[in-house]
T-cell receptor, first 115, second 112 residues
Framework: NAGVTQTPKFQVLKTGQSMTLQCAQDMNHNSMYWYRQDPGMGLRLIYY???????DKGEVPNGYNVSRLNKREFSLRLESAAPSQTSVYFC??????????????FGPGTRLTVL | QKEVEQNSGPLSVPEGAIASLNCTYS??????FFWYRQYSGKSPELIMSIYSNGDKEDGRFTAQLNKASQYVSLLIRDSQPSDSATYLCAVIYAGNNRKLIWGLGTSLAVNP
């Protein structure tokens, strides 16, 4: 039981390049989230998917797109990377019901640098 | 604007002492409350969740919720150097489609 996995762990891009961050969970959770974390800014929600087949914008969606590929996988795409997107990206998942309702479980993160 | 506020710290306590971390939130309609711990360079991990007024204990950790005063706190008894981390408070507001609103975190240093 791996929980939430993310790839890659580290990435360096040049301005204008594109890339996709991958996230998968094996906990049969319905909801998945993408956050970015910057010093002094805390965790900010980029996009989320409340259930398979749905996605919605969070606080800071500009410059990003997402795909909920199936119940397990939720990817984040940067179409044209900018230095302002240098950050640590976390994927998380949660479910409703039971003693851990709405508890979000996080992946290990992707450290992205855009030059 | 829904807000969750925490003192940024650093909060410094000696080993073996009680560390008290506080969090206030702006909306009385809040439903669920969470404390996460984040070590430097790592991802957040859940310590406690609390859904109703009162205290909830788990080992050395106690979460306290007071909805009338709109605060939630985390007490760490017998603090250890391994407790040194940033502690994040998160809240779910009613009608927010179950999204968490996060505080910026309190940095805790436990000194041997």
């Amino acid at each position: 039981n791996a929980g939430v996995t993310q790839t890659p762990k580290f990435q360096v891009l040049k301005t204008g390049q594109s890339m996709t961050l991958q996230c998968a969970q094996d906990m049969n959770h319905n909801s998945m989230y993408w956050y970015r974390q910057d010093p002094g800014m805390g965790l900010r929600l980029i996009y989320y998917s409340a259930s398979e087949g749905t996605t919605d914008k969070g606080e800071v969606p500009n410059g990003y797109n997402v795909s909920r590929l199936n119940k397990r996988e939720f990817s984040l795409r940067l179409e044209s990377a900018a230095p302002s997107q240098t950050s640590v990206y976390f994927c998380a998942s949660s479910t409703i019901g039971g003693t851990s309702t709405d508890t979000q479980y996080f992946g290990p993160g992707t450290r992205l640098t855009v030059l | 604007q829904k807000e969750v506020e925490q003192n940024s710290g650093p909060l410094s306590v000696p080993e073996g002492a009680i560390a008290s971390l506080n969090c206030t939130y702006s909306d009385r309609g809040s439903q669920s409350f969470f404390w996460y711990r984040q070590y430097s360079g790592k991802s957040p991990e859940l310590i406690m969740s609390i859904y109703s007024n009162g205290d909830k204990e788990d080992g050395r950790f106690t979460a306290q919720l007071n909805k009338a005063s709109q605060y939630v706190s985390l007490l760490i008894r017998d603090s250890q150097p391994s407790d040194s981390a940033t502690y994040l408070c998160a809240v779910i507001y009613a009608g927010n489609n179950r999204k968490l609103i996060w505080g910026l975190g309190t940095s805790l240093a436990v000194n041997p």
